[in-house]
T-cell receptor, first 111, second 111 residues
Framework: NAGVTQTPKFRVLKTGQSMTLLCAQD?????MYWYRQDPGMGLRLIHY???????AKGEVPDGYNVSRLKKQNFLLGLESAAPSQTSVYFC??????????FGPGTRLTVT | LAKTTQPISMDSYEGQEVNITCSHN???????ITWYQQFPSQGPRFIIQ???TKVTNEVASLFIPADRKSSTLSLPRVSLSDTAVYYC????????????FGTGTRLKVLA
């Protein structure tokens, strides 16, 4: 099992550009999450999904959109990147809501 | 959502037992207590979860008093590789997806 994988690992964007981060899990988990972590801070939930075709907002959803067209994939989109979105993005999945398995992270820099 | 309070940082020496206490005064009846560990440049990793009294696994023990308003993560005989940030989270197993990670406790193990 690969667990939770994230693509890409690193990315540099210019302000106003768009991009999509891909999260994939092979554990048949129902729940998937996108978090961001800024330097010296804890993780903040952006969006989450409780099953294929469903999405919901977390703590900091503004500026991001998500889609869960397939159970194993959870996509995070930035339509118009801003420097404030420079962060490390973590995807996670879980069978139940308390034990989450995290991916390795995507380090995004917006200049 | 139950708010948690943890010490910002702790130092310990190799071979010592480390206890990290988390306070969660407004924990709900259905809430569980979960601890995660995060190493630099990695996603958090689930350590242990419990509801009341004591839970032990191969990595740690979790002590929860009868009133459940606090919990203590105990790491026996720490090594340098236990240097990490430890997060305490509180929430239900079902229907609670917006876990608050907070800033965690930064544990530094010294030689």
């Amino acid at each position: 099992n690969a667990g939770v994988t994230q693509t890409p690992k690193f990315r540099v964007l210019k302000t106003g550009q768009s991009m999509t981060l891909l999260c994939a899990q092979d554990m048949n988990h129902e729940y998937m999450y996108w978090y961001r972590q800024d330097p010296g801070m804890g993780l903040r939930l952006i969006h989450y999904s409780v099953g294929e075709g469903t999405t919901a907002k977390g703590e900091v959803p503004d500026g991001y959109n998500v889609s869960r067209l397939k159970k194993q994939n959870f996509l995070l989109g930035l339509e118009s990147a801003a420097p404030s979105q420079t962060s490390v993005y973590f995807c996670a999945s879980s069978l139940q809501s308390y034990e989450q398995y995290f991916g390795p992270g995507t380090r995004l820099t917006v200049t | 959502l139950a708010k948690t309070t943890q010490p910002i940082s702790m130092d310990s020496y190799e071979g010592q037992e480390v206890n990290i206490t988390c306070s969660h005064n407004n924990i709900a009846t259905n809430d569980y207590i979960t601890w995660y560990q995060q190493f630099p440049s990695q996603g958090p990793r689930f350590i242990i979860q419990g509801y009341k009294t004591k839970v032990t696994n191969e990595v740690a023990s979790l002590f929860i008093p009868a009133d459940r308003k606090s919990s203590t993560l105990s790491l026996p005989r720490v090594s340098l590789s236990d240097t990490a940030v430890y997060y305490c989270l509180v929430g239900g197993l079902f229907g609670t997806y917006k876990y608050i990670f907070g800033t965690g406790t930064r544990l530094k193990v010294l030689a």
